[in-house]
């Protein structure tokens, strides 16, 4: 079994900053692949952006070019640094790691407000 420990969340203004982390207890550098999702409330759990092994970055049209996923292997971390955000970007936040087997952490909760 594999522990996801996610960090970052928390309440930001309109056009703020937050950096999203999401620390694996198995090294990432074994992964497939890893991702981020969020869910709104009241919504679907949707993907926002995912890195593979080979450090290839995709995201969904809503946050592309305001969102960086990125990864550390010397920490063991992957991170998604969002900027420029918007009230419409409040959700929980969810880490996804794809090691064969897919792993998810508890999330962490992001709220944007004026």
């Known amino acids: 079994q594999v522990q996801m420990v996610e960090s970052g969340g928390g309440l930001v203004q309109i056009g703020g900053s937050l950096r999203l982390s999401c620390t694996p207890s198995?090294?990432?550098?074994?992964?497939?692949?890893m991702a981020w999702y969020r869910q709104a409330p009241g919504k679907q759990r949707e993907w926002v952006a995912d890195?593979?092994?080979?450090?290839?970055?995709r995201y969904s049209g809503s946050v592309k070019g305001r969102f960086i996923i990125s990864r550390d292997n010397a920490n063991n971390t992957v991170y998604l640094q969002m900027n420029s955000l918007k009230p419409e970007d409040t959700a929980v936040y969810y880490c996804?790691?794809?090691?064969?087997?897919?792993?998810w952490g508890k999330g962490t909760l992001v709220t944007v407000s004026s």
């Open positions: 996804n790691a794809d090691f064969g087997t897919v792993y």
């Open positions: 198995r090294s990432i550098s074994t992964i497939n692949s």
């Open positions: 890195i593979t092994s080979r450090g290839s970055t």
